[in-house]
């Protein structure tokens, strides 16, 4: 068990460019999870996955993300045409299914929109 | 979505005891209470979990109410590494959004 591991650490990226990060989750776990975290706040939620398909979206998302998890084991995450607002850190986290599983989390990318 | 609440901050001793509360009064039968903390650039660690019972492991215990309508999360001697945020959560069986609040943030005083 390597954890769940997220790339890259951080990104620093100029208005209106896309960006893409990837998580790789704990091998044999079949949820995967997008957190997005400001400075003060708990986990926003995003979107998870149960294997490949996408189960959940935030309404609070909007269509500049996406996220994939194409063969049901490491998942991306892309941002398109970024904005300011969207520096924060991005969290994956992975569990097995059942409520008596918990999560593992990754440490985070961090992005900073210039 | 399940929702908690906990206190926005807590201090504590270094040393002493601290209970870390969160209430939960719309928690199903099915839904587990987990507990996680979060220091500094870091993601979320998984602290302890419980469904009715109390519970103890290496870091922490949980004690749950008979109700289950609130849980206490207790570290039996804070230290300074245990300054941090912690989460209360609600895991449910049936639907899986897992959602987080804004926590508790404890401070340990030396």
């Known amino acids: 068990d390597t954890g769940v591991s997220q790339d890259p650490r951080h990104k620093i990226t100029k208005r209106g460019q896309n960006v893409t990060f990837r998580c790789d989750p704990i091998?044999?776990?079949?949820?995967l999870y997008w957190y997005r975290q400001t400075l003060g706040q708990g986990p926003e939620f995003l979107t998870y996955f149960q294997n490949e398909a996408q189960l959940e979206k935030s309404r609070l998302l909007s269509d500049r993300f996406s996220a994939e998890r194409p063969k049901g084991s490491f998942s991306t995450l892309e941002i398109q045409r970024t904005e300011q607002g969207d520096s924060a850190m991005y969290l994956c986290a992975s569990r097995q299914t059942g409520a008596n599983s918990p999560l593992h989390f990754g440490n985070g990318t961090r992005l900073t929109v210039t | 979505d399940a929702k908690t609440t906990q206190p926005n901050s807590m201090e504590s001793n270094e040393e002493e005891p601290v209970h870390l509360p969160c209430n939960h009064s719309t928690i199903s039968g099915t839904d587990y209470i987990h507990w996680y903390r979060q220091l500094p650039s870091q993601g979320p660690e998984y602290v302890i979990h419980?469904?009715?019972s109390n519970v103890n492991n290496r870091m922490a215990s949980l004690a749950i109410a008979e109700d289950r309508k609130s849980s206490t999360l207790i570290l039996h001697r804070a230290t300074l590494r245990d300054a941090a945020v912690y989460y209360c959560i609600l895991m449910k069986t049936s639907y899986d959004k897992v959602i987080f609040g804004p926590g508790t943030s404890l401070s340990v005083i030396p």
């Open positions: 091998s044999e776990h079949n949820r």
């Open positions: 419980g469904l009715t």
